[in-house]
Nanobody, 114 residues
Framework: QMQLVESGGGLVQPGGSLRLSCVAS????????MGWYRQAPGKERELVAT???????YYADSVKGRFVISKDNAKNTVYLQMNNLVPEDTAVYYC????????WGQGTQVTVSP
């Protein structure tokens, strides 16, 4: 199974920015979707953004205009640039890759607080 390793989380003040990275252990090819999800304490995991093999992107309404998902095929990496962060963005962020199987990362904590 593909291994995914996230990084880039941390503590940031409201209005600040962070960039999350997710590196996949194997080459990703064919028809695939890469995405970011998040789970806040006491809440269900929710979709944040996705990008597919043809560079088509999708964003949750709550992050549109603030977050940007991108990928580097040569590095097997997907990124999530998060700008103008608000306390409601506080959560554990997970990377997910769907090929002929589904793989999840271990998560990285993002905390937005004064």
């Amino acid at each position: 199974q593909m291994q995914l390793v996230e990084s880039g989380g941390g503590l940031v003040q409201p209005g600040g920015s962070l960039r999350l990275s997710c590196v996949a252990s194997g080459r990703i090819f064919g028809f695939y979707v890469m995405g970011w999800y998040r789970q806040a304490p006491g809440k269900e995991r929710e979709l944040v953004a996705t990008i597919n093999y043809s560079m088509r992107t999708y964003y949750a309404d709550s992050v549109k205009g603030r977050f940007v998902i991108s990928k580097d095929n040569a590095k097997n990496t997907v990124y999530l640039q998060m700008n103008n962060l608000v306390p409601e963005d506080t959560a554990v962020y997970y990377c997910k890759v769907v090929t002929d199987q589904i793989s999840w990362g271990q998560g990285t904590q993002v905390t937005v607080s004064p």
